[in-house]
């Protein structure tokens, strides 16, 4: 049958399954969305207040349910307002596929009005892009862009069409999409016996878990594998819930602001296996003392990161879910007791603590997770609120933290909340932001109102764009900056405005009351929450040393 372009981007989006997407309409983009409002009860568009939130919004949905999200814009700055969500779904594996309309054919590469080079500008953040100049390769275009997306590592995928192409009409044929394997084909038989050995040899293995988990869906192996094994547990930002944040073996987060437990365990384990992790400097502190009396064993669909910032001993590519499957046939059940007693003493020598009075992040953190039971989904913004939810949070399943880790973007958290509630509509779902954080997007609070989620925004407020305030005072001699933001702005009444319902809290009981109103009430609110400027996350490892140099409060007074 004889379709326009416009009419063939809906239909290969209806034959992927997309029944969401993101987006803000313009005039290069307006074929396509004529034909979406044809489409309304097949495919629901989510009006953002800035592309920008559109793209996190496909970004957290996508996050939170395996599938790929989509966002549309239209050309010119409607194009690059999406550039930092491709950025950041591409520094974190996210399956996405924007698609952004341009003018027309005859008119590109002449500076006509809103063109921009989009494909070039976001080559080296996609996974691939395309510019579609012909109709009848459309179609196809878009198929592989889903394909790709989604296929291996997953990552983000850019499709410009011109304006032309999207009224230009051509035969179209549906397909069936089918659903695409695991990678296999590239676990050997060989890096399987050389990995069961070397775990088989080990008397202090210590298990590192990263978003790769999560991607893979490897939950139930990875509880086998650690079990057979029987290593202690340490995770990465992103791969939170891949195992239970509450098991005995579970020691936190690795790294810069992980647990003294976890770095001093992973500084003297013989056998490090890093599963689904990229090894990133965040992670690693100084990379020539990282593990340094470990031998390296690493799992990864990727072959690009192996070697690429700490040198393996051995390695295996490929689906994590595959590997783990396959090898927890092979593994026999270890025993560890001595080690894993000297772990658990860490544990109990070195826990995450904070004041026990007055208004602070972590306190925040943890009154969340007592009245959400620990079943909410937490997403984040990126600063001193979002380690504090790493920390204190206690995530037992996958997709239950939607955070930026690679690229860090604040402003993201949002945008992507709403993605996330509207792909989960039965869940409690929470973004924690600090004030800096919020400041940057909080126009998203009028989509989330638009739309009636019943998203809660909570703001650690203490004035100050805390992390960096945190380095000025332990590293730039107490020299803030353009770190304070000491104006007058305020938040509740900028919530009503908005159509959503605010609540200021400035100590425990009043933050109580608030968040358990905000559980209740079924629409967007916004709790502010009043914290102290110097608040810190603890431990810390200052840049350039090695990860068992961590420190905290007390040991900075010594």
């Not at 958290?413 to 509509?425: E, R, W």
């Not at 007058?488 to 919530?495: C, E, P, T």
């Not at 009043?510 to 709790?527: H, T």
């Amino acid at each position: 049958m004889q379709l326009t372009g416009a009419q063939i981007v809906i239909e290969c989006l209806k034959e992927q399954g997309v029944d969401t997407v993101f987006g803000y309409p313009g005039g290069a983009i307006l074929n396509v969305y004529d034909e979406l409002y044809k489409h309304r009860h097949e495919i629901k568009h989510v009006l953002t207040s800035h592309e920008q939130g559109a793209s996190h919004a496909a970004d957290g949905y996508a996050r939170s349910t395996g599938k790929v999200g989509v966002c549309l814009a239209t050309s010119g700055p409607g194009a690059t307002n999406l550039v930092t969500g491709i950025a950041t779904a591409y520094m974190d594996s996210v399956p996405m596929v924007a698609i952004t309309c341009n003018v027309g054919v005859s008119l590109l590469g002449k500076d006509s009005f809103q063109e921009i080079d989009i494909a070039g500008i976001t080559t080296p953040i996609t996974k691939h892009n395309f510019i579609v100049k012909d109709v009848e390769k459309l179609a196809e275009t878009i198929r592989r862009a889903f394909r790709i997306a989604k296929k291996g590592r997953p990552g983000p995928v850019l499709v410009d069409i011109p304006k032309d192409v999207t009224s230009n009409q051509t035969d179209f044929c549906k397909r069936t999409i089918q659903q695409e394997e695991r990678c296999q084909s590239t676990i050997t038989e060989e890096a399987l016996g050389q990995a069961v050995e070397m775990i088989r040899m080990s008397r202090k293995p210590y298990l590192f878990v990263g978003g790769g988990a999560v991607i893979s869906e490897a939950s139930q192996e990875l509880m086998e594998f650690v079990e057979k094994v029987q290593a202690p547990v340490a995770d990465s930002l992103m791969g939170k819930g891949a195992f239970d944040g509450n098991h005995s073996l579970y020691t936190g987060m690795l790294g810069m602001h992980g647990t003294k437990t976890s770095n001093y365990g992973v500084s003297e384990c013989d056998l490090l296996i890093g599963v689904g992790v990229r090894f990133s400097d965040r992670v690693t502190g100084n990379a020539k003392k990282f593990a340094s009396n470990a031998k390296i064993l690493q799992f990864d669909i990727d072959p690009a990161e192996i070697n690429k910032n700490i040198v393996t001993d051995a390695h295996i590519i490929g689906d994590i879910k595959e590997i783990l499957a396959q090898l927890n046939q092979r593994i026999e059940p270890q025993d560890h007791r001595e080690w894993i007693q000297k772990i658990m003493e860490y544990k109990e020598k070195y826990p995450l603590k904070y004041q026990d009075t007055g208004l602070s992040g972590p306190y925040l953190i943890e009154e969340i997770y007592r009245q959400t039971k620990g079943d909410a989904v937490m997403v984040t913004e990126v600063g001193q609120h979002q380690m504090w939810a790493a920390q204190f949070y206690k995530y037992k399943k996958p997709r239950t933290l939607i955070t930026s880790g690679g690229l860090g973007t604040m402003g993201y958290g949002l945008g992507a909340a709403i993605g996330v509630q509207m792909a989960n509509p039965g869940k409690q779902v929470i973004n924690i932001a600090g004030d800096g954080c919020f400041r940057m997007n909080m126009n998203e609070i009028a989509t989330a109102v638009r739309q009636k989620l019943p998203l809660i925004q909570v703001v650690v407020n203490n004035h100050v764009l805390g992390m960096v305030r945190q380095w000025q005072t332990l590293f730039y001699e107490e020299h803030y900056s353009a770190t304070v933001l000491n104006d007058s702005v305020d938040f509740v009444k900028l919530a009503e405005a908005m159509g959503a319902a605010g609540y200021r809290a400035a100590t425990r009981e009043e933050f109580k009351e608030a968040f358990a109103k905000a559980m209740e009430s079924r629409m967007p609110v916004v709790i502010d929450c009043m914290i102290d400027s110097d608040d810190k996350v603890w431990p810390m490892v200052a840049p350039g040393a090695a990860i068992d140099e961590a420190f905290d409060e007390d040991d900075k007074k010594e």
